[in-house]
């Protein structure tokens, strides 16, 4: 008899997984992926203090620890459907159905693709992907790249790209079109990026990033970007050039480029093609919520948390009796973040499971205040408001509770 | 051509040795490592196109890489639209990658 089934073996479901286990519940975890650890196996890089953040040891470290407690992890599984029945929850898996009492939907996030023409050539693929390649798999992505999307992942994910030993001609944004206006758009770009300008490279970019707060000197520091780009990692990354198709037959052989206007406009007249033999996408994350969806929980929609969000409150209850999610389903935030949310949520189990007694409760309460403060202490910030999102769910949580005991 | 394993990582360390894994691909034998998906695999050996798209016949890859968008879908065993991307070679693997598919009823329903 399973106590819990946890939907993805990531940062915050491993936590989760812990939490549990040690209140005695036996758990089971279950992911689609070859080896345990989601999205923290890619992860590789530098602390202020100069030593390495391993996302691959980190993901051991708490394998191990969870394994020890007797947590057993099933890789290569689907799950498709969750349903709801009077003892728990029924979850349909590619390996057949499980059942329990409490289920943890810690699935994680996935990709925005940003669909430059060409993008489904052999050769194009997520930053993610290119991630994943590198680190986890330890396979070159390719000889010669370019990335399309200016933003905290990319700039990190090129590291990781250099450090495997692929060279990078370009970072630059996606021409402007329909459906993707914000990622195109040097200004706004200019102004997501100068909240991680303390994180750059370039001391242009730290010095920018202080005055670029404002939608007038953002557009002022578009203007005054330097033609040729700035550095970062080495590596050109260039706001007044934009990506406006990926060239090639069979697969990718190069990038066309054009200069763009300070909205992000291409300037007719100005193409070059750069000769490249991959191309990695970074559109940015969103949480991956499709079976807290099918679970029936309400979502709303906080652009500051990365888009729609099943409701949840902090101690990462849905609104669904013995459902739970944590990580980067509830929203866009770091590994570490993960990490205290799937603490949180584990120890919410034991504690209204009645397995925890007392101490789980009060330890519970801790590990809620420790989000906070982990939040609070983190340099990486995928979405700046992110506090801001997380209080407007805590606000729509209580809403959807009160109108729901107004009228049974 | 920059295609191949990373053996020598600088923060990371050198590549373990594992098992070599022998398996096809359209016929042609490949050589891979325990614990590689089929994607990983096969782009070591320089192989990008895992598939042709079932209608326009256009040449596709992976672009997600974590089971998400199921562009590197391919036949294995017999059993078709396995994700390459999630799915670990095994000796003696037999991986395909598809092909056009027919339209028998395009044209009556116009759309060619």
């Known amino acids: 008899m399973t106590d819990v089934l946890i939907v993805g073996a990531g940062p915050a479901g491993l936590s989760a997984s812990i939490s549990c286990a040690r209140y005695g519940m036996k758990v089971k975890i279950l992911d689609e992926f070859v080896k345990p650890g989601g999205r923290l196996l890619g992860q590789l890089h530098q602390e202020p203090d100069g030593t390495w953040w391993n996302g691959i040891r980190e993901a051991e470290l708490l394998h191990g620890k969870a394994t020890k407690l007797g947590v057993d992890i099933e890789l290569g599984v689907s799950v498709y459907q969750v349903r709801r029945t009077e003892s728990g929850w029924h979850v349909y898996t590619s390996k057949g159905d499980y059942h329990a009492p409490y289920l943890l939907l810690a699935t994680g996030s996935a990709e925005w693709p940003v669909p430059v023409p060409g993008w489904t050539l052999p050769g194009v693929m997520s930053i993610g992907a290119a991630q994943v390649m590198t680190n986890v798999h330890r396979v070159k992505a390719g000889g010669r790249g370019l990335i399309i999307g200016i933003n905290v992942l990319s700039a990190a994910i090129a590291r990781e790209i250099l450090l495997g030993g692929s060279e990078l001609a370009a970072i630059v944004l996606p021409a402007r079109m329909t459906g993707i206006e914000s990622s195109a758009n040097p200004r706004a770009v200019m102004g997501a990026m100068s909240r991680v300008a303390h994180l750059a490279p370039s001391p242009l970019m730290k010095v920018a990033g202080k005055f670029i707060k404002y939608d007038f000197v953002q557009s002022m520091g578009v203007r005054f970007f330097p033609r040729r780009g700035i550095k970062v990692w080495g590596v050109p990354l260039n706001m007044r050039k934009a990506a406006v198709r990926i060239n090639g037959e069979t697969k990718v052989e190069s990038v066309r480029l054009a200069r763009v206007t300070a909205a992000g406009e291409p300037i007719p007249g100005t193409e070059e093609d750069v000769p ?27 652009p500051e ?56 409760g009060e330890e519970l309460e801790q590990a809620v205040r420790q989000v906070g403060e982990i939040r609070k202490r983190s340099l990486i910030h995928f979405h700046p408001n992110v506090a801001e999102g997380r209080l407007k769910m805590e606000q729509y949580w209580q809403q959807i509770r009160r109108s729901r005991q107004e009228s049974p | 051509m920059g295609f191949g394993r990373i053996e020598h990582h600088p923060v990371l360390g050198p590549l373990a040795s594992r098992k070599e894994i022998r398996f096809t691909f359209d016929g042609r034998p490949f050589i891979g490592y325990e614990g590689e998906t089929i994607a990983a695999a096969l782009l070591a050996s320089g192989v990008r196109t895992l598939r042709v798209h079932e209608d326009s016949g256009a040449p596709r890859g992976i672009y997600c890489n974590i089971g998400h968008c199921y562009e590197c879908r391919v036949q294995v065993d017999g059993q078709a639209n396995v994700r390459a991307c999630l799915t670990p070679i095994r000796e003696g693997m037999d991986v395909r990658s598809g092909r056009v598919l027919p339209k028998p009823f395009a044209k009556e329903n116009g759309w060619t």
Request: proline share 5%.
């Open chain 1, 276 to 302: 490249v033999d991959f191309v990695c996408i970074s559109g940015g994350l969103y949480p991956l919520a499709e079976l807290a969806s099918v679970a029936g929980n309400p979502f709303r929609y906080v």
């Open chain 1, 305 to 360: 948390l990365g888009g729609h969000v099943p409701v949840h409150n902090e101690r990462m209850q849905t609104l669904q009796p013995g459902l739970y999610v944590s990580g980067n389903i509830t929203g866009i935030e770091n590994a570490k973040v993960a990490m205290a949310q799937g603490t949180v949520a584990g120890l919410s189990i034991a504690a209204d499971s009645g397995a925890g007694g007392a101490r789980a």
